[in-house]
């Protein structure tokens, strides 16, 4: 099965495929707009970003890949991205690390992970990317499982696929690899030929030949057709998998994003079946949050990154900027005694912190409006609201409010019991409202807000709404509003939040 390939011909045919997106994406970079721009998540110099990809600590820094098309703002033949950092604060733009340029990989160098070898290289796995009638999906996928090497985590030598199934399967893809014990394991996503969605698990003892396993999950919902970007990880007492379902109906505040994410716990050992303990739950409740993938951090921590972004609606940013999509903030995740998956903000982000302005214990009045804010840019909120004493329909936040009035609304909204993202009255981009849980009478909310997106953590990370919102013209108040009722603020926190060093 294993044919490593490593020679001059194919070495130097990759250089010239990202030789030639560098290029590309240098001309795009000299037109992006930066209205919407992230000042302090992570996105494309330029063009189309998805998935993060091979997240890991390699030689003392971070390093974080991307799904990109460097090219324009639109999804295309798939390249790896690449940033790295050496705080998880601050980064580095680095030069794209993986280009379509094998047979193997000719339409795509798509999703997947990196773990560093017994060897120190680092060792990148994704999927080989092919449409089976060389234009399209119309007739399917021929999809691999390649492998990657790097000795410095930016320059890698492909070794061609590691992993092939029948090629009559029309998705194969997105590998994670870890090692538990002495054994390394990759799991990836399947669609069988009866169309259900299942996760295959394979093993290898020098991460180059790899035998298959068994199925480790296949999803109860017949609806589901695929679970893209699998990743299985130890968790407390448990292990958890990420994965994101394909085809769900909407249902209620679930399933109605064109790509939802979600997890299962359930229990794991080497050499067993995975058994769930839980049906699938969500992990992020917002228009825009998908494709996650972990790593650990040195000191035991394990990070979660995803993409904001959609493949289904056209995303403001696309149209004239020149860019489009960007990474979540990192989220730090801990399984809580109800199985239910937290998650916060990396710690390190206060760093990003300034201009601290604290507002201690107020009542807001019948329907009144208070600006706590005159320009929200980049900032970070954190309102403590008492329920029991609040009688306000809403508890009412206008964000990135306009000179027209146009503004993303987010609230605790009494009527639906939500914690809700309503994009009605944006300026720009798709609409649509969505909703996290919320139960007890004390609401707390931590509200990250860049140029072009906001990250709502409820109650300490139990439920998370994360969505992108582009706002109009001139600055970008932050008003908090009651409706037919007063709201009981036991505080309210606000700073301005810093750049990560890749918007320039
Ligand atoms: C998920 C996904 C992956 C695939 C990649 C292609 O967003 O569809 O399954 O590997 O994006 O860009």
């Not at 790509?259 to 067993?272: E, I, L, R, S, T």
């Not at 000179?403 to 993303?408: C, F, N, Q, Y």
Request: aromatic fraction near 10%; include cysteine; proline fraction near 5%.
């Amino acid at each position: 099965m294993t044919t490593p390939y490593l020679d001059a011909e194919r070495r130097s045919a990759h250089e010239a495929a990202l030789a030639r997106a560098e290029a590309a994406n240098a001309m795009l970079r000299a037109t992006r707009r930066d209205r919407w721009y992230p000042r302090w998540h992570i996105a494309a110099a330029a063009g189309w970003i998805n998935d993060p990809n091979g997240v890991c600590f390699y030689h003392d820094e971070y390093h974080v890949f991307f799904q990109h098309h460097p090219v324009d703002s639109s999804w295309g033949p798939m390249h790896w991205g690449h940033v790295s950092s050496p705080d998880l604060v601050h980064w580095r733009r680095e030069s794209i690390a993986l280009a379509p340029s094998t047979p193997e990989d000719a339409d795509g160098v798509w999703s997947g992970s990196c773990v560093v070898g017994d060897d120190g290289r680092l060792y990148a796995f994704y999927t080989g990317q092919r449409w089976r009638n060389g234009v399209d999906e119309a007739e399917g996928n021929i999809q691999v499982q390649c492998l990657a090497v790097s000795d410095d985590g930016r320059h890698f030598d492909k070794l061609g696929p590691v992993v092939e199934v029948d090629d009559r399967l029309w998705h194969a893809r997105d590998p994670k690899v870890w090692r538990t014990g002495d054994t390394w394991f990759m799991i990836f996503a399947v669609s069988t030929l009866d169309k259900r969605a299942e996760v295959w698990l394979y093993t290898s003892d020098d991460l180059l030949g790899w035998t298959f396993d068994r199925v480790l999950y296949r999803d109860p919902d017949k609806s589901v057709y695929m679970l893209e970007c699998p990743d299985l990880f130890p968790l407390g007492d448990h292990w958890v998998l990420l994965a994101c379902p394909m085809g769900p109906r909407p249902n209620g505040y679930t399933g109605r994003n064109g790509h939802n994410n979600g997890y299962v716990v359930g229990d794991w050992a080497p050499g067993h079946d995975f058994v769930p303990l839980t049906g699938h739950q969500v992990l992020d409740w917002g228009h825009n949050y998908y494709a996650p993938t972990t790593m650990q951090t040195p000191d035991g921590r394990r990070l979660m990154f995803g993409w904001m972004g959609s493949f289904v609606h056209p995303i403001a940013s696309q149209v004239e900027d020149g860019w489009v999509g960007q990474l979540a903030v990192p989220r730090e995740l801990s399984l809580d005694n109800d199985l239910v998956l937290r998650s916060v903000p990396l710690t390190e982000l206060v760093r990003l912190r300034s201009d601290p302005v604290e507002h201690g214990a107020f009542v807001l009045g019948l329907n009144e409006d208070r600006v706590v804010l005159d320009d929200v840019d980049a900032a970070e909120i954190e309102i403590e609201v008492d329920l029991a004493v609040t009688t306000s329909d809403r508890v009412g936040l206008r964000l990135g409010e306009a000179a027209d009035g146009s503004h993303t609304f987010l609230a605790w909204d009494d009527l639906a019991e939500r914690v809700v993202i309503d994009r009605r009255l944006a300026a720009h981009g798709d609409r649509g409202v969505r909703g996290a849980p919320h139960t007890g009478k004390h609401l707390t909310l931590r509200i990250l807000v860049d140029r072009s997106s906001v990250e709502v953590f409820i109650d300490g990370g139990r439920n998370v709404v994360s969505s992108l919102v582009f706002p109009g013209d001139g600055s970008r108040r932050l008003t908090l509003a009651s409706e037919s009722g007063t709201i009981a603020v036991d505080a309210l926190r606000i700073w301005r939040l810093g750049d990560i060093g890749l918007s320039a």
